[in-house]
């Protein structure tokens, strides 16, 4: 098979464990943007990390990073679809 393409970003959620998204971005996904405690709350805290400089995600840049915090933002718009199986509650 061929080289796969460089995607933008890469986005995942997990309705189970009190919900929880996130999206990877940025040049080679350097970025992490993540929500944790979700299935109640759209509007959880979005926290950023940056996997280059910490790959353990202990130092969460979202105040330093406003801009990334929009993005994930929008992302989490674009690329969510409402799931009949497995809806987060804000979504019933």
């Known amino acids: 098979g061929g080289e796969q393409a460089q995607h933008d970003y890469l986005y995942w959620e997990f309705p189970s464990i009190g919900g929880r998204r996130a999206v990877r971005c940025g040049k080679d996904l ?4 993540v929500q944790y405690k979700m299935m109640d709350n759209p509007k959880a805290p979005v926290q950023i990390y940056d996997l280059q400089t910490d790959p ?3 130092r969460d840049l979202s105040a330093e990073q406003p801009k990334l915090v929009a993005e994930a933002h929008e992302i989490f718009k674009k690329a969510h679809s409402k799931s009949d199986r497995f809806p987060f509650h804000w979504e019933k």
Do not use: C
């Open 30 to 33: 350097r970025w992490k943007a």
């Open 56 to 58: 353990s995600e202990e």
